[in-house]
């Protein structure tokens, strides 16, 4: 047996040809394409269909695609019932898990895995990619109003995912630019290799659980503080900062007491993380184009002040200093940052739960008892 | 970077103290304590504590945890409107795992770790663990009510968490003696080491994901048919072969196969699964008290004609196989059996977030990647 390592740093649970992180050269590729060029180029329909077939799709199989995910769109009423009966204070996070493992229920077609046999079927892995990845950003959005008493927006067949997303999730028609900044966005997000919820996917579809299950497992995984929360945080900080006068007093502040700084630094990254540059320049575009707002004059204030003391140290601004920056300018509440996170990586994790089903092994590794040695009898209360 | 090792079987994933296995000597320990001592003498209410706490509790902190346990069994009526949206087709697990992510909407009380660090405050993680496991055993029967078209039954605060369980799912007193076989069998499947189940609750609670996310997440995993739903099927595979007099025929037409015979060998054992030896003692009771039925019977046939050709194998019947044949014998349907195992786990599930979080460290294991080099540029529609 293997000495423990925590967190099971290093150690390889997977094959995967999926993504590829160099944290020293700051690459980031999904499928051999680096991030940089997808930003640019591809679209998250596109960028699903790379991550989840392994290659780059021809025109008609991407049209084909892009035509199923429309047409899969609508939800059904009894889980917009369903969300009536949540609390308003629930965290969207809280709801989306909910909804989704809810949904194999109203979209079934598992029969596939039930025999306990891998499913070799890439019509039905494809299917039922299709059934999800349609639906989360509409749950997302339809939650936004009931949460606040009202009727959710019916979802249009002539957008994209992203302008859709942002569609229902204001009832108005969406800014051509900011669903350029959301579909960027989602391209960004999609995938990043063995992360704790993606890890939790592949231990779930392990057991060859539904594919509603592997997803709601790993958006369980995604709402933890130490992993997908990062940018709600990121915003109240700003906020907490106050104005752009205060942001290098703060931030000495902060590094004196060896706070947190949310928003800067990433375990995989000992350079700047690729998605947080292209961000950056996103935010440089918004800012010339929206003028600069309150939150954005602090984080850039921040990010000078930062640049200084932690530049030296490899400490840049991450994917989600921007992230949250750029939703926050969007209007998008704080709250719902997680949910889009999670909208996009599915492509990640569908991706890598059709890859785990392709070659799989229940996942049971073994542990380093510290416990008692065994005891031969019941003890009587008075042994207590 | 070391090897990948599919299902990272022997990989150690944590130190714990909570069980151990010995699959050569056919020892099952919680803390210490064999299965056959607790199955004998304990309850499920007091080996809960003994899982979470370390050990066995004294007569007035065990008073005070099973009174905690029985005046958190209501659940909230929202809940059980949002069950009734369910589609009654719906498998009970994916009701469970739907219904326990949304728990912590109803039943909050999560603050403490939303800051991202981890939490020191027993009070809290006690509080969280007896919402949960309180009302697990009840959302379990509620299910059985609502997709018959009923209203379900209101928990009794007299009776234990085995006799509430069965008077929920049928709405009359609990008969004693299968009381205290669904008692033993809580007790049998409460823990069992690093399974893929209890792994995914690992994953889940490192990212500081609060105890429903986790729970769910757990459930969502032990759904999946090569982890908890083997007693499922083998009451489908006894009914299949029809009578007795078909048991040994049945069989060696398997083995010719090489077919996969439900609820025979474990993984983790080369002897004889001891929780099954417990199961099998109490089959034989209930066979001398209640009468052999057909399924009994068949089963009875099926285990002579293993013992003769499986036994010099080291394969025997599994805890699976008798747990099935008990809970199809006191009437309980088929596929409530996988969310039956779910209640009596969330004991152990639970433990292992205590343990998980007194020593964090987020799991980020690594990968082998096996994909393309790097492209460098995006390929027009011709050159795909």
Redesign the interface.
Known sequence: ????????????????????IDGERG?L?Y????IE??A???TFEETAMLLLD??????DALEEFDQQLRRNRRVKY??R??MK???G???P???L???I??L???Y?GNEC????DVCEDLDYVHNMTVKILARMPGIVAMWEHIRNGYDPIEPRKDLSIAGNFLYMLKGEEPDPEYTRIMDACLVLHAEH?????T??AL????????P???I??A???????????ANE?VVSMLESIGSPENAKAWLEQKLAKKA?IWGFGH?EYSVKDPRATILQGMMKEMCERCGVSRVFDIALALEEAAEERLGPKGVYPNVDYYSGILYAEMGIPTDQFTPIFAISRTAGWLAHWREQLS?N???????????????D???S?SE?
């Open positions: 047996m293997s000495e423990f390592v925590p967190g099971l740093e290093g150690v390889a649970a997977t094959r995967s040809s999926i993504s590829y690459i590729a499928r051999g394409y680096p060029i997808l640019r180029h591809s392994g290659k780059m799709p021809r025109a009894n889980i019932e369903m009966h949540m609390p204070s629930g965290h996070m809280e709801i898990q909910s909804s493992a809810s194999g229920m109203f079934p895995l039930t025999g306990g290799t063995i992360n704790a919820s890890f939790a231990v779930s579809g392990s057991t060859l659980a539904s509603y299950a592997v709601s497992s958006i369980g995984t995604l709402s933890g503080p130490l992993h997908g929360g945080r947190k375990r070659d092994r229940i996942y049971r590794p073994t542990q380093v008892y510290t416990g008692p040695e065994l005891y009898h019941y003890p209360m207590r």
